[in-house]
């Protein structure tokens, strides 16, 4: 192909400055972001993006979950598109590139094209995932989730944040729930970039992973039932404890994970005490255990294991123990070709590159179940990430756009 030699590249500056711009939006107090799903500061970032897009010459569609799909024609109106996106959605603490990164490099592969007045034979299609953290309504990847079948629309618009307010209220207070049946759309294949939000490509110093898999992932919401009591006149003898059984059984997945390296990861990230006062012993304990790990036969062991010895440690403190998984996703192969297409692109355009397992859940984890995808990583300061102390260089985030672009243009065929 003609097109792709080694100097065709993107506007780093454009893109940083994109990036930028779009920081500025749900700023949060230290340096990061707060642009939760749905509320206001995402709505004021979709609208954003949306003027980039429109200004790009392209044409906005958006679903009932609320995901984006802005389109540049191809030269065969008849040939799938070509999707390349990632979520503008941010956890409370987030930072600036996780998920940004990967619509704004989309819309970045665009802005070249049309400098350089490529037309590509298939159509291609920024993508702006709805509610891809599921920080304020779990499950994570739920619009993605709902495109390729795996959750109801019923179920999504159901899904409550802590206030108790319902996806399908909140889509429709910002104005966002778009008209196209969610999944109608047909994929040829789909690309994200992201950060790696882990340290190995910086420890290995290297530009570009070559994303080959993505760990697999449960999250098991344990709701553990003691008895209110005093914290100061209750005898340790009479006390139905759940904030004591919630401890053991954080350290009990602490133990099960490091049982399972290499490779495994388990970890609790949000707890809710009832009525979490300083002198009431808690009379409810909600919170979700998180574990990963690319086996599958080594994943749901590790939860049944976890969900046997919890339910031992409650009920040997007299505590009512129920568990939900409320997040899943088998570990996820991507397609050989887009990963041969994106190696490649990396070794035309000379960046250092290896083989990578994702760590985090994605967007393309459930794209990859209705479509021919795959994704490229930069790396991240320290391999922080879900911090708003994440950082990420201009350099990194240039490399992987680049490499983004060779592998959509191979794959939109020019
Ligand atoms: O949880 C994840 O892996 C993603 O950041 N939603
Ligand atoms: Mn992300
Ligand atoms: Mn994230
Ligand atoms: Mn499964």
Redesign the pocket.
Known sequence: MAALGQNLRINPDRLWDSLMDMAKIGPGIAGGNNRQTLTDADAEGRRLFQSWCEDAGLTMGVDRMGTMFLTRPGTDPDALPVYVGSHLD??PT?GKY??VLGVLAGLEVVRTLNDLGIRTKHPIVVTNWAN??GARFAP?MLASGVFAGVHSLDYAYGRKDPDGKTYGEELKRIGWVGEEEVGARKMHAYFELHIE?GPILEAETKQIGVVTHCQGLWWLEFTLTGREAHTGSTPMNLRVNAGLAMARIMEMVQTVAMENQPGAVGGVGQVNFSPNSRNVLPGKVVFTVDIRTPDLAKLNAMRARIEKEAAEICEALGVGCAVEAVGHFDPVTFDPKLVASVRAAAERLGYSHMNLISG?GHDACWAAKVAPATMIMCPCVGGL??NEAEEISKDWAGAGCDVLLHAVLETAEV
Do not use: P, V, Y
């Open positions: 941010t956890q987030g996780d998920g891809e953290e994570a939000q985090a990430s879900h």
